[in-house]
């Protein structure tokens, strides 16, 4: 994992959050951003499930995340797909905290949304055919 991130770790420590603790009380979910998000928030279920093991059923987690981030944590959270049942810990998240997540998608494919709907799928170049 690169250290792009460090500093926001870092605060967390100074607050008292530690990943590496006896007892962790931060965990890091690195994911590819290039690969679909429902695969990261697969990886995000299995976090979850770790610290729920770890610190059974009093566990309160609040999900922090940055720009695509935001949106695996919203995918894990609303796609139904995930349950305290199938995915123990789900029960315990209590609130998302997202910094710079494009929750209305971003601006480049708002404007192909908006190019498909003038012109139509195939009107435009073969990258715009594909908008869904």
């Known amino acids: 994992m690169s250290n792009q991130y460090q500093s ?10 530690h990943e590496k603790a006896a007892l962790p009380t931060l965990a890091v979910c ?3 951003w290039r690969k679909d998000n429902a695969l990261a928030a697969h990886l995000l279920a299995i976090k979850v ?4 093991e770890r610190h059974g059923s009093d566990l309160v987690l609040n999900l922090v995340a940055h720009s695509m981030g935001g949106l ?6 609303e796609s139904g797909q995930f349950s305290q049942a199938s995915h123990p810990g789900f029960a315990s998240v209590r609130r998302l905290i997202t910094i710079g997540t494009p929750h209305r998608g971003a601006p480049s494919a708002q404007e192909g949304r908006a190019f498909v709907a003038k ?4 009107s435009g170049p073969p990258s715009m055919t594909s908008v869904r």
Do not use: K, N, Q, S
């Open 72 to 77: 695996v944590c919203r995918y894990f959270l």
């Open 49 to 52: 499930a770790e610290m729920y």
């Open 119 to 122: 012109h139509g799928r195939r």
């Open 8 to 17: 926001l770790i870092d605060a967390f420590g100074t607050c008292g959050f």
């Open 30 to 32: 690195p994911y590819d």
